[in-house]
Protein backbone atom coordinates (compact mmCIF):
# COMPACT_ATOMS: atom_id res chain seq x y z
CA UNK A 1 0.00 0.00 0.00
CA UNK A 2 1.36 3.26 -0.57
CA UNK A 3 0.15 5.79 1.95
CA UNK A 4 0.87 9.20 2.24
CA UNK A 5 4.64 10.31 2.72
CA UNK A 6 4.91 10.44 6.46
CA UNK A 7 5.84 14.07 7.54
CA UNK A 8 6.15 14.19 11.03
CA UNK A 9 5.66 18.09 11.79
CA UNK A 10 2.01 17.34 10.23
CA UNK A 11 1.17 14.04 12.14
CA UNK A 12 -1.79 13.99 13.71
CA UNK A 13 -1.90 13.73 16.84
CA UNK A 14 -2.81 10.68 18.98
CA UNK A 15 -6.28 10.47 19.92
CA UNK A 16 -8.83 8.16 21.84
CA UNK A 17 -10.75 5.77 20.67
CA UNK A 18 -13.66 6.71 22.71
CA UNK A 19 -16.44 9.54 22.56
CA UNK A 20 -19.68 10.91 24.11
CA UNK A 21 -21.45 11.31 20.61
CA UNK A 22 -24.41 8.54 20.00
CA UNK A 23 -26.24 7.37 16.92
CA UNK A 24 -27.46 4.78 15.46
CA UNK A 25 -25.44 3.88 12.37
CA UNK A 26 -25.61 0.77 11.22
CA UNK A 27 -21.77 -0.72 10.50
CA UNK A 28 -21.09 -3.78 8.53
CA UNK A 29 -17.76 -5.60 8.54
CA UNK A 30 -17.10 -8.23 5.73
CA UNK A 31 -14.24 -10.25 6.77
CA UNK A 32 -15.25 -10.20 10.22
CA UNK A 33 -13.81 -13.43 11.37
CA UNK A 34 -10.21 -12.56 10.51
CA UNK A 35 -7.30 -11.67 12.22
CA UNK A 36 -7.77 -8.00 11.29
CA UNK A 37 -11.88 -8.65 11.63
CA UNK A 38 -12.13 -9.72 15.26
CA UNK A 39 -10.74 -7.28 16.72
CA UNK A 40 -11.84 -4.51 14.99
CA UNK A 41 -15.39 -5.62 15.57
CA UNK A 42 -14.75 -5.70 19.11
CA UNK A 43 -13.36 -2.24 19.02
CA UNK A 44 -16.53 -1.06 16.85
CA UNK A 45 -19.05 -3.06 19.38
CA UNK A 46 -17.34 -1.15 22.42
CA UNK A 47 -18.49 2.52 20.60
CA UNK A 48 -21.60 4.42 21.28
CA UNK A 49 -21.60 5.88 17.01
CA UNK A 50 -22.45 2.10 16.60
CA UNK A 51 -26.13 1.15 16.71
CA UNK A 52 -26.11 -2.38 14.66
CA UNK A 53 -23.10 -4.05 14.04
CA UNK A 54 -23.36 -6.64 10.74
CA UNK A 55 -20.83 -9.36 10.99
CA UNK A 56 -20.32 -11.00 7.41
CA UNK A 57 -17.41 -13.51 6.72
CA UNK A 58 -17.29 -17.07 4.70
CA UNK A 59 -16.58 -18.76 8.06
CA UNK A 60 -16.91 -18.94 11.90
CA UNK A 61 -18.98 -15.42 11.77
CA UNK A 62 -21.93 -17.13 14.14
CA UNK A 63 -19.04 -17.50 17.08
CA UNK A 64 -17.69 -14.31 16.37
CA UNK A 65 -21.10 -12.54 16.56
CA UNK A 66 -22.41 -14.76 19.67
CA UNK A 67 -18.81 -13.63 21.50
CA UNK A 68 -19.69 -10.20 20.57
CA UNK A 69 -23.45 -10.06 21.22
CA UNK A 70 -22.50 -10.83 25.26
CA UNK A 71 -21.09 -7.32 25.49
CA UNK A 72 -22.84 -5.32 27.21
CA UNK A 73 -22.64 -2.07 25.48
CA UNK A 74 -25.42 -0.98 23.03
CA UNK A 75 -24.54 -2.10 19.60
CA UNK A 76 -26.98 -5.23 18.45
CA UNK A 77 -24.87 -7.46 16.65
CA UNK A 78 -25.88 -10.28 13.68
CA UNK A 79 -23.81 -12.50 12.16
CA UNK A 80 -23.96 -13.49 8.17
CA UNK A 81 -22.24 -16.10 7.06
CA UNK A 82 -21.65 -17.37 3.19
CA UNK A 83 -22.28 -15.78 0.12
CA UNK A 84 -26.18 -16.65 0.74
CA UNK A 85 -26.41 -14.18 3.40
CA UNK A 86 -24.11 -11.21 2.45
CA UNK A 87 -26.99 -9.25 0.62
CA UNK A 88 -28.95 -9.59 4.07
CA UNK A 89 -25.75 -8.44 5.88
CA UNK A 90 -25.40 -5.48 3.69
CA UNK A 91 -28.92 -3.82 3.98
CA UNK A 92 -29.59 -0.83 5.40
CA UNK A 93 -25.92 0.05 5.94
CA UNK A 94 -24.26 3.34 6.69
CA UNK A 95 -20.50 2.37 6.73
CA UNK A 96 -19.06 -1.05 5.38
CA UNK A 97 -15.21 -1.59 6.40
CA UNK A 98 -13.35 -4.57 4.45
CA UNK A 99 -10.85 -6.18 5.94
CA UNK A 100 -11.87 -9.24 3.77
CA UNK A 101 -8.61 -11.02 2.07
CA UNK A 102 -5.50 -13.09 2.46
CA UNK A 103 -2.57 -11.41 4.37
CA UNK A 104 1.23 -11.28 3.24
CA UNK A 105 3.49 -14.22 4.77
CA UNK A 106 7.03 -13.50 4.89
CA UNK A 107 8.51 -12.55 1.54
CA UNK A 108 5.47 -11.65 -0.45
CA UNK A 109 4.66 -7.60 -1.43
CA UNK A 110 1.07 -6.71 -1.35
CA UNK A 111 1.14 -7.03 -4.49
CA UNK A 112 1.26 -10.92 -4.35
CA UNK A 113 -1.82 -10.69 -2.94
CA UNK A 114 -3.72 -9.18 -5.93
CA UNK A 115 -5.20 -12.28 -7.72
CA UNK A 116 -6.65 -13.44 -4.51
CA UNK A 117 -8.14 -10.41 -3.05
CA UNK A 118 -9.15 -8.62 -6.21
CA UNK A 119 -12.11 -11.27 -6.76
CA UNK A 120 -12.63 -10.83 -3.26
CA UNK A 121 -12.76 -7.09 -3.45
CA UNK A 122 -14.71 -6.97 -6.38
CA UNK A 123 -17.62 -9.56 -5.49
CA UNK A 124 -17.88 -7.53 -1.82
CA UNK A 125 -18.20 -4.41 -3.91
CA UNK A 126 -20.59 -5.79 -6.48
CA UNK A 127 -22.69 -6.84 -3.21
CA UNK A 128 -22.34 -3.10 -1.65
CA UNK A 129 -23.69 -1.56 -4.64
CA UNK A 130 -27.01 -3.96 -4.95
CA UNK A 131 -27.46 -3.37 -1.54
CA UNK A 132 -26.50 -0.32 0.16
CA UNK A 133 -25.06 1.90 -2.85
CA UNK A 134 -24.83 5.22 -0.28
CA UNK A 135 -22.71 3.45 2.12
CA UNK A 136 -18.98 4.82 3.19
CA UNK A 137 -16.85 1.74 1.84
CA UNK A 138 -13.74 1.90 4.05
CA UNK A 139 -11.51 -0.85 2.26
CA UNK A 140 -8.52 -2.49 4.31
CA UNK A 141 -7.93 -5.42 1.98
CA UNK A 142 -4.64 -5.20 0.22
CA UNK A 143 -3.52 -4.39 -2.20
CA UNK A 144 -5.33 -0.83 -1.33
CA UNK A 145 -3.10 0.80 -4.23
CA UNK A 146 -5.46 -1.54 -6.90
CA UNK A 147 -8.85 -2.58 -4.65
CA UNK A 148 -9.99 0.83 -4.57
CA UNK A 149 -9.81 1.38 -7.83
CA UNK A 150 -11.31 -1.83 -8.28
CA UNK A 151 -13.83 -0.72 -5.97
CA UNK A 152 -14.42 2.51 -7.78
CA UNK A 153 -14.85 0.61 -11.38
CA UNK A 154 -17.56 -1.82 -9.79
CA UNK A 155 -19.65 0.79 -8.77
CA UNK A 156 -19.73 2.70 -12.05
CA UNK A 157 -20.54 -0.67 -13.49
CA UNK A 158 -24.29 0.06 -11.43
CA UNK A 159 -23.75 3.65 -12.01
CA UNK A 160 -23.55 4.39 -8.43
CA UNK A 161 -20.48 5.59 -8.07
CA UNK A 162 -19.97 8.54 -5.66
CA UNK A 163 -15.67 9.38 -5.40
CA UNK A 164 -16.21 11.44 -2.19
CA UNK A 165 -17.66 7.69 -0.04
CA UNK A 166 -14.94 5.41 -1.28
CA UNK A 167 -11.88 5.29 1.17
CA UNK A 168 -8.40 3.14 1.19
CA UNK A 169 -7.93 3.31 4.67
CA UNK A 170 -4.11 4.49 5.40
CA UNK A 171 -4.75 5.42 8.23
CA UNK A 172 -2.03 2.71 9.94
CA UNK A 173 0.80 4.56 8.41
CA UNK A 174 -0.18 7.37 10.40
CA UNK A 175 -0.85 5.58 13.60
CA UNK A 176 2.91 4.16 12.94
CA UNK A 177 4.55 7.83 11.60
CA UNK A 178 3.21 9.27 15.73
CA UNK A 179 4.49 5.75 17.33
CA UNK A 180 7.65 5.90 15.58
CA UNK A 181 7.99 9.93 16.25
CA UNK A 182 7.06 9.65 19.76
CA UNK A 183 9.53 7.04 20.28
CA UNK A 184 12.50 9.42 19.39
CA UNK A 185 11.26 12.74 20.54
CA UNK A 186 7.86 13.79 21.99
CA UNK A 187 6.86 17.18 21.73
CA UNK A 188 5.58 18.80 18.60
CA UNK A 189 6.57 20.44 16.70
CA UNK A 190 9.75 17.82 15.61
CA UNK A 191 12.59 18.26 12.80
CA UNK A 192 15.08 15.44 12.33
CA UNK A 193 18.48 15.48 11.06
CA UNK A 194 18.13 14.15 6.93
CA UNK A 195 19.83 10.88 8.43
CA UNK A 196 17.51 10.30 10.57
CA UNK A 197 14.81 11.77 8.68
CA UNK A 198 15.34 9.11 6.18
CA UNK A 199 15.48 6.15 8.55
CA UNK A 200 12.48 6.85 10.20
CA UNK A 201 10.74 7.73 6.81
CA UNK A 202 12.18 3.89 5.65
CA UNK A 203 11.15 2.21 8.75
CA UNK A 204 7.39 3.67 8.27
CA UNK A 205 7.07 2.75 4.97
CA UNK A 206 8.51 -1.21 5.76
CA UNK A 207 6.79 -1.39 9.09
CA UNK A 208 4.57 -4.14 7.65
CA UNK A 209 7.05 -6.23 6.67
CA UNK A 210 8.52 -5.75 10.31
CA UNK A 211 5.45 -7.21 11.52
CA UNK A 212 4.94 -9.66 8.58
CA UNK A 213 8.38 -10.60 9.79
CA UNK A 214 7.50 -10.77 13.31
CA UNK A 215 4.83 -12.88 12.85
CA UNK A 216 7.08 -15.30 10.74
CA UNK A 217 4.10 -16.91 8.84
CA UNK A 218 0.89 -15.96 11.13
CA UNK A 219 -0.11 -13.12 8.99
CA UNK A 220 0.48 -9.30 8.89
CA UNK A 221 -0.61 -6.45 10.84
CA UNK A 222 -3.96 -7.28 12.57
CA UNK A 223 -4.60 -5.53 15.72
CA UNK A 224 -2.54 -1.84 15.05
CA UNK A 225 -4.48 -2.40 11.92
CA UNK A 226 -7.69 -3.06 13.77
CA UNK A 227 -7.05 -0.03 15.77
CA UNK A 228 -6.62 2.25 13.01
CA UNK A 229 -9.88 1.02 10.95
CA UNK A 230 -11.59 1.61 14.00
CA UNK A 231 -10.29 4.91 14.27
CA UNK A 232 -11.06 5.68 10.85
CA UNK A 233 -14.50 4.49 10.83
CA UNK A 234 -15.18 6.52 14.07
CA UNK A 235 -14.30 10.21 11.92
CA UNK A 236 -16.56 9.06 9.61
CA UNK A 237 -19.03 8.25 11.82
CA UNK A 238 -18.40 11.58 13.65
CA UNK A 239 -18.51 13.32 10.60
CA UNK A 240 -21.80 11.89 9.29
CA UNK A 241 -22.82 13.31 12.95
CA UNK A 242 -22.30 16.84 11.89
CA UNK A 243 -18.82 17.14 13.69
CA UNK A 244 -17.10 19.52 12.27
CA UNK A 245 -12.94 19.54 11.52
CA UNK A 246 -13.00 16.15 11.33
CA UNK A 247 -9.49 15.04 9.10
CA UNK A 248 -7.80 11.41 8.37
CA UNK A 249 -6.10 10.97 5.60
CA UNK A 250 -6.99 8.10 2.94
CA UNK A 251 -6.36 6.71 -0.30
CA UNK A 252 -9.29 8.37 -2.65
CA UNK A 253 -10.35 9.56 -6.28
CA UNK A 254 -7.84 12.61 -6.85
CA UNK A 255 -6.38 15.45 -8.53
CA UNK A 256 -3.77 16.11 -6.49
CA UNK A 257 -0.79 14.30 -8.43
CA UNK A 258 -0.88 12.75 -11.91
CA UNK A 259 -2.36 9.53 -9.99
CA UNK A 260 -6.13 8.94 -10.23
CA UNK A 261 -5.65 8.11 -7.06
CA UNK A 262 -3.76 9.21 -3.97
CA UNK A 263 -3.51 9.17 -0.09
CA UNK A 264 -4.01 12.74 1.45
CA UNK A 265 -5.45 14.49 4.11
CA UNK A 266 -8.84 14.87 3.55
CA UNK A 267 -11.84 17.47 5.55
CA UNK A 268 -14.86 14.77 5.97
CA UNK A 269 -18.34 15.58 6.53
CA UNK A 270 -21.77 14.02 6.28
CA UNK A 271 -21.66 13.37 3.25
CA UNK A 272 -18.46 11.87 3.16
CA UNK A 273 -15.07 13.97 1.55
CA UNK A 274 -15.69 17.29 1.92
CA UNK A 275 -12.45 18.99 1.18
CA UNK A 276 -9.36 17.39 -0.38
CA UNK A 277 -6.37 18.94 1.65
CA UNK A 278 -3.98 17.88 -0.48
CA UNK A 279 -0.07 17.04 -0.21
CA UNK A 280 0.58 20.54 1.05
CA UNK A 281 4.05 22.13 0.83
CA UNK A 282 6.55 19.37 0.54
CA UNK A 283 10.04 19.81 1.39
CA UNK A 284 12.44 18.28 -1.17
CA UNK A 285 12.78 15.08 0.57
CA UNK A 286 9.64 14.50 0.39
CA UNK A 287 9.25 15.55 -3.05
CA UNK A 288 11.60 12.69 -4.01
CA UNK A 289 9.44 10.13 -2.54
CA UNK A 290 6.65 11.26 -3.86
CA UNK A 291 7.95 10.91 -7.70
CA UNK A 292 9.59 7.78 -6.87
CA UNK A 293 6.08 6.09 -6.44
CA UNK A 294 4.25 8.02 -9.41
CA UNK A 295 5.47 5.34 -11.37
CA UNK A 296 4.27 2.23 -9.41
CA UNK A 297 1.41 3.42 -8.54
CA UNK A 298 0.00 4.49 -11.79
CA UNK A 299 0.91 0.63 -12.42
CA UNK A 300 -1.29 -0.56 -9.71
CA UNK A 301 -4.22 1.47 -10.61
CA UNK A 302 -4.52 0.68 -14.35
CA UNK A 303 -3.96 -3.06 -12.79
CA UNK A 304 -6.99 -2.65 -10.56
CA UNK A 305 -9.51 -1.11 -13.61
CA UNK A 306 -8.14 -3.80 -16.20
CA UNK A 307 -9.11 -6.23 -13.70
CA UNK A 308 -12.44 -4.90 -13.54
CA UNK A 309 -13.33 -4.28 -17.10
CA UNK A 310 -11.64 -8.01 -17.92
CA UNK A 311 -14.55 -9.44 -15.12
CA UNK A 312 -17.17 -11.80 -16.96
N1 LIG B 1 -4.73 -1.33 4.80
C1 LIG B 1 -3.76 -1.71 5.63
O1 LIG B 1 -3.00 -0.89 6.15
C2 LIG B 1 -3.62 -3.18 5.98
C3 LIG B 1 -2.81 -3.56 7.06
C4 LIG B 1 -2.72 -4.91 7.37
C5 LIG B 1 -3.40 -5.86 6.61
N2 LIG B 1 -4.15 -5.46 5.55
C6 LIG B 1 -4.89 -6.42 4.72
O2 LIG B 1 -6.12 -6.80 5.33
C7 LIG B 1 -6.55 -8.06 4.80
C8 LIG B 1 -7.00 -9.01 5.92
O3 LIG B 1 -5.92 -9.34 6.77
P1 LIG B 1 -6.11 -10.34 8.02
O4 LIG B 1 -4.80 -10.39 8.70
O5 LIG B 1 -7.34 -9.99 8.78
O6 LIG B 1 -6.37 -11.72 7.23
P2 LIG B 1 -7.08 -13.07 7.78
O7 LIG B 1 -6.77 -14.15 6.82
O8 LIG B 1 -6.79 -13.26 9.22
O9 LIG B 1 -8.63 -12.70 7.67
C9 LIG B 1 -9.27 -12.52 6.45
C10 LIG B 1 -10.73 -12.90 6.61
O10 LIG B 1 -11.37 -12.68 5.36
C11 LIG B 1 -12.30 -13.72 5.18
N3 LIG B 1 -12.68 -13.83 3.78
C12 LIG B 1 -12.03 -14.41 2.75
N4 LIG B 1 -12.76 -14.32 1.61
C13 LIG B 1 -13.90 -13.66 1.95
C14 LIG B 1 -15.05 -13.26 1.22
N5 LIG B 1 -15.18 -13.52 -0.08
N6 LIG B 1 -16.02 -12.60 1.89
C15 LIG B 1 -15.89 -12.33 3.20
N7 LIG B 1 -14.83 -12.69 3.95
C16 LIG B 1 -13.85 -13.35 3.32
C17 LIG B 1 -11.59 -14.97 5.72
O11 LIG B 1 -12.50 -16.01 6.00
C18 LIG B 1 -10.92 -14.40 6.96
O12 LIG B 1 -11.77 -14.52 8.10
C19 LIG B 1 -5.36 -8.59 4.00
O13 LIG B 1 -5.59 -8.32 2.63
C20 LIG B 1 -4.20 -7.74 4.50
O14 LIG B 1 -3.17 -7.64 3.54
C21 LIG B 1 -4.29 -4.14 5.24
Not at 114 to 141: G, K, Q, Y
Not at 294 to 303: A, N, R, T
Amino acid sequence: MFSRIARPTLCIANRSLTTSSQNNAKVAVLGASGGIGQPLSLLLKNSPLVGELSLFDIAHTPGVAADLSHIETRAHVTGYMGPDQLNAALKGCDVVVIPAGVPRKPGMTRDDLFNTNATIVATLADAVARNCPEAMICIIANPVNSTIPITSEVMKKYGVYNPNRVFGVTTLDIVRANAFVAELKATPKVEFPADQLSALTARIQDAGTEVVKAKAGAGSATLSMAYAGARFTFSVLDAMNGKEGVVECAYVRSEETECKYFSTPLLLGKHGIEKNLGLGKLSAFEENLVADAIGELKGSIKKGEDFVANMK
